[in-house]
């Protein structure tokens, strides 16, 4: 994926058990929220910069998909997507907390720099590679993390419908498609690595 990255839209609560370990109800249509474009890293094996004093940091292993053309009505996202790959969305759990309580945005919880590193784009033909493997997230070589397409409770065809529908969805555009249960917190020092089935992707340190 060569294109800059325009939009970051992110689905909220899109495992069951995820919304049921942080005491959430479970939706019954997609809930998305907005990273800025300058959260979005590399997940290279750089070391990451991330707030401090702001209480916890909570790490959120997620696959990303790229659009890779404009949608139009009745698109299929096999059509609409043409990348994926997996990143961190990481969450100022304290600060998400206390902003939920007072009925605000989440932005200063999910908007901070270094707040969406993302590894290497690959080429997507269709969507049943998707479905192929499992994603998993290795914390200091443990794994905290396992997800899968199919546990997903909206699909990615019907997460790419209802963002286009209410928000417009065009080239440049990525998807954070949800969180799977094993969320946690961070430490300084901490060395985190995504996996496709046995094939790491990428890897980040927290500074």
């Not at 009745?74 to 304290?94: E, N, P, V, Y």
Request: hydrophobic share 40%; with cysteine; net charge negative.
């Amino acid at each position: 994926m060569n294109t800059e990255i325009r939009n970051v839209y992110c689905v909220g609560r899109n495992y069951k058990l995820h919304a049921e370990e942080l005491g959430n109800d479970v939706p019954t249509e997609p809930m998305i929220f907005l990273k800025p474009s300058h959260a979005v890293v590399p997940l290279d094996g750089a070391t990451l910069e991330l707030p401090q004093g702001k209480g916890d940091i909570h790490f959120e292993a997620e696959l990303v998909v790229a659009v890779g053309r404009n949608y139009e009505p009745g698109m299929s996202a096999d059509t609409c997507l043409s990348a994926f790959a997996f990143g961190i969305d990481f969450t100022l759990r304290d600060v998400q907390s206390a902003l939920k309580k007072k009925g605000h945005p989440w932005t200063a919880a999910k908007g901070f720099k270094s707040a969406a590193p993302v590894t290497p784009f690959l080429p997507l033909e269709n969507l049943d590679v998707l479905g192929q493997q499992d994603f998993s997230l290795l914390k200091n070589g443990q794994e905290v993390q396992r997800g899968h397409i199919r546990d997903m409770i909206f699909s990615i065809q019907h997460i790419v419908e209802y963002i286009a529908t209410h928000y417009g969805l065009g080239e440049g555009d990525i998807i954070f498609t949800g969180t799977p249960a094993g969320v946690g917190p961070i430490t300084s020092g901490d060395h985190f690595e995504l996996f496709w089935g046995s094939d790491r992707q990428g890897s980040c340190t927290i500074a």
